[in-house]
């Protein structure tokens, strides 16, 4: 009887709020329920396709490097993302601003379904993922921190050590993606710090985030990492721009 009546309460949210892929934030149909993403996403998942930048994952057409990783030099040695952020913008905005952390847990394994896919061997080379982090302020208004959420969920299913002790936010920045190029460096400029340097000597780190847009913050924790004595930095994203 309990069972009957949580069936009923499950059909009636499901029917007020129905829920929505993790991937195109459509609606799921109704018999396909069961999973997180709608027919079209899960009978072929849209992950970024064709051949990537060596630099930084997005798809190049010729070369080995895109146009940006071109003109820029970043201090990780490569990293990659499993969507194009146009694809999925209402996914991540749900994630992080409605506050849906269970979004977080299915893009982490929609990530680790694109990474065995794509970079196979990638894991092996890795000793231990570090998110990167939000401000204080962020933390108290949102209650989590995406990347940690997706950095967490990589960390237990490929067991690799895992620390969110080592990059601190101490900067209130603007987000990244309301502003022009040099404007991103100079709210970056300073907006981190790092600490608890001993786990991270002459160790491979993988830097996870939601997006990547022109690299600006990723670049700048690299950075950190590498100068306190990190071997090599990686970045893995849900998304990237
Ligand atoms: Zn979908
Ligand atoms: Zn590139």
């Known amino acids: ?25 459509n609606i799921i149909e109704f018999n396909i329920r069961e999973g997180y993403l709608c027919k079209k996403c899960s009978d072929d998942i849209p992950f970024l396709k064709g051949k990537f930048c060596e630099k930084c994952g997005r798809p190049v057409e010729h070369g080995n490097l895109c146009l940006r990783c071109m003109e820029k030099s970043f201090a990780f040695d490569f990293g990659f993302s ?20 269970k979004l977080g847990f299915y893009m982490a394994e929609l990530m680790c ?14 000793d231990i993922i570090i ?3 939000i401000h204080s302020s ?5 209650g989590f921190n995406q990347a940690d959420i997706i950095g967490r969920f990589i960390s237990e299913k490929y067991n690799i050590e895992y620390s969110d002790t080592v990059i601190e936010r101490i900067k209130k920045t603007i987000p990244q993606s309301r502003l022009q190029p040099k404007e991103k460096i100079y ?12 786990i991270i000597q002459d160790k ?21 990492l590498v ?9 893995f994203t849900f998304a990237s721009s």
């Open 1 to 25: 009887m309990r069972k009957y009546i949580k069936n009923i309460i499950k059909f009636i949210i499901n029917v007020i709020y129905p829920p929505k892929c993790a991937v195109c934030s």
């Open 82 to 101: 499993a969507f194009e952020y146009r694809l999925i913008k209402r996914s991540i905005a749900r994630f992080k601003y409605k506050g849906i952390k």
């Open 113 to 126: 379904i694109f990474l065995e896919r794509n970079y196979p061997n990638v894991m092996n080379d890795i």
């Open 131 to 133: 998110p990167v982090p």
């Open 138 to 142: 962020k933390m108290k208004k949102r």
């Open 187 to 198: 709210n970056i400029k300073d907006a981190f710090d790092i600490k608890n340097t001993d």
């Open 204 to 224: 491979r780190i993988m830097i996870v985030d939601d997006i990547f847009t022109t690299g600006t913050t990723i670049n700048e924790c690299s950075k950190l």
């Open 227 to 235: 100068s306190s004595g990190a071997k090599s930095v990686v970045f």
